[in-house]
């Protein structure tokens, strides 16, 4: 597979604000932060793979940034030159390195650490915007490129390919792919690393490590999402769930001086980040993705010193302070403070072989990722409120026809008016009301399904091989035992909801009623759409999640 020495091309307009060149007096604040260091032609800074990254500001020469190939040549993804600094958001993540950073010539430069970088950010608002941004768009940069230290390879027709290369991107973890079907050079790879198109999907990483349809958790170990995490530690503040709910309360308390874990078994986001564009959010009037106002958000937590762990198996052990969040493994995080925000996830439809085509035509999410699958064709998208409605809006764009399928007699009573208009307006949407999908037909993929008029009976069936599910939710409190007390249908209970019966039963110890936002269990708190009498919005669950960090701060002094 062979891969050029070319610089990765940048536009010119985009050249300063990802590889900034500092004045006289940037540059002198931000060596006060490192060490100067004489380096070698040839010498390497960085290895692929490495742990605790610096950051290098050049004095003089150039240092090179190469991405190591799978075969034996090398992509040169840019020459950072004097005034110019090295880095990018896995320095401030404590994640492992991308590429390879070498000195192309004798250079100068300061060595900066993470703990300092992490100081400088926190402290000096100018630099903090240039490094920030820079590594930002660093990241941005490497995504659309593809450029990492993982390789996948695989075929779009499968659903495991699909759950890979979700989570990767929900992760922000930039990798190659390779399909099966369409790439000339996959047959060398396979040849390569001694594995069989039988065996795919298969994810390599950082070039040697071989997993074959690996579980996301496999992934994360493989790519050492979780490395930097001291689970001994006892920490202020444990938020489970990364939606816009955990991201903001992970914000809110780092920049507050708390010792905050974020928790979270998939990626950030939550349920918002798999919409393709949310344009009802405060302050992005043109809309803004999912997924990518997760990763800003996750970035902005990093920044104030929040750490995140990808885990599965998570249980709350409430018979004792400090609390204990137990993990996968047998392992247990301690908290002074808990903040639930495990959200909700969409319901199934209730149909029988429904399971067998998840991820390989049922789809509980419309990103870039899904749109590649059904460009040209039909497609059903199922339910009525806002996340359906920006689906079907979106996939509009590169399918031939979209069906909304709703229950109910229309969407007035269940989506924003501004997104009826846009279906309304948009000629390959059409939206059947009374309408319920009963049957889904294929071979390994979705390949026809049969929907049903709820009032007449009739019954009709589709070529399409593409549906995406965005019906009602149901929480994710399962993980919580008893500890806190549930309304009917499953969510959180909390502050003036809870009845002083449902206080005296549950044994709350404490002369005061539970804070806003509080449950049956002092200093544990829920947030979003896990928390009943939620307000289903983005907006509603960030206020909830930095409302919710007032009050864990009035619980750590009690």
């Known amino acids: 597979m062979a891969e050029s020495r070319n610089p990765t091309p940048l536009t010119v307009a985009r050249t300063e604000r990802i590889f900034p060149t500092l004045t006289e007096t940037q540059m002198q604040r931000l060596a006060s932060h490192g060490t100067a260091r004489s380096v070698r032609s040839g010498e390497v800074l960085v290895e692929l793979g490495d742990k605790e990254i610096p950051v290098f500001l050049v004095i003089s020469g150039e240092l090179e940034i ?67 941004g820079a590594f930002i768009s660093r990241r941005v940069e490497l995504l659309a490129q593809g450029l990492g230290d993982a390789t996948l390879v695989g075929s779009s027709h499968s659903a495991d390919t699909l759950r890979i290369k979700e989570f990767l991107t929900r992760n922000g973890h930039p990798y190659t792919y390779i399909d099966l079907e369409r790439d000339a050079d996959v047959e060398s790879v396979l040849a ?83 919409s393709s564009r949310i344009e009802n959010y405060l302050g992005f009037p043109t809309g803004i993705s999912g997924n990518d106002l997760a990763s800003r958000a996750y970035t902005q937590a990093q920044k ?21 969040v137990e993990l996968e493994g047998g392992a247990s995080i301690s908290a002074r403070a808990v903040v639930i925000a495990t959200g909700a996830k969409y319901r199934k439809l209730p149909i029988k072989n429904l399971s067998r085509f998840e991820g390989a035509g049922i789809y509980y999410g419309a990103t870039f990722i899904e749109a590649q699958l059904c460009g040209g064709e039909d497609i059903i998208v199922v339910g009525g409120g806002n996340s359906a409605g920006q689906a079907a809006v979106f996939l509009a764009q590169s399918t031939n026809h979209v069906y909304i399928l709703v229950r109910g007699s229309g969407l007035a009573e269940t989506m ?41 009976d009739k019954t009709e069936n589709k070529s399409i091989a593409h549906v995406f599910v965005m019906t009602g939710a149901d929480p994710n409190t399962d993980w919580l035992g008893v500890c806190v007390v549930l309304d009917g249908k499953g969510f959180i209970k909390t502050g003036p909801d809870l009845t002083a019966e449902e206080l005296h039963d549950a044994h709350w110890p404490l002369g005061r009623r539970p804070y806003l936002l509080e449950t049956t269990l002092p200093g544990v708190f829920a947030v979003g759409d896990v928390r009943d009498g939620n307000v289903k919005r983005v907006a509603s669950a960030v206020g909830e999640g930095s409302i919710a960090i007032s009050f864990v701060h009035q619980v750590l002094k009690e």
Request: include cysteine.
């Open 192 to 274: 390569h690393f001694h594995v069989s198109a039988s065996d795919t999907p298969v994810l390599i990483c950082r070039g040697h490590t071989v997993l074959r349809n690996p579980t996301n958790r496999e992934i994360a170990n493989c790519l050492g999402f979780n490395e930097e995490v001291d689970e001994t530690q006892v920490r202020d503040l444990v938020i489970v769930g990364a939606g816009p709910a955990g991201l903001a309360a992970a914000v809110y308390g780092a920049s507050e001086g708390l010792d905050v874990l974020l928790l979270e078994t998939y990626s950030p986001g939550g349920q918002a980040g798999a």
């Open 66 to 132: 190469v991405r190591p190939s799978l075969t034996t040549q090398e992509t040169l993804i840019r020459v950072v030159g004097p005034r110019q600094f090295t880095g990018e958001i896995n320095t401030l993540s404590g994640r492992r390195a991308f590429a390879r950073i070498r000195a192309r010539d004798n250079s100068e430069v300061i060595q900066i650490a993470r703990p300092s970088l992490v100081a400088l950010v926190q402290t000096d608002a100018e630099l903090s915007d240039i490094v920030m």
């Open 416 to 456: 924003s008016k501004y997104l009826i208009r846009r279906i309304e307006q948009t000629p390959n949407i059409t939206l059947l009301t009374h309408t319920e999908l009963v049957d889904l037909e294929g071979d390994n993929h979705l390949e026809r399904v049969t929907w049903r008029n709820n009032q007449t």
């Open 304 to 324: 104030f010193g929040a750490q995140m762990l990808l885990t599965t198996g998570i249980r709350l052990t409430c018979d004792r302070r400090p609390y204990a």
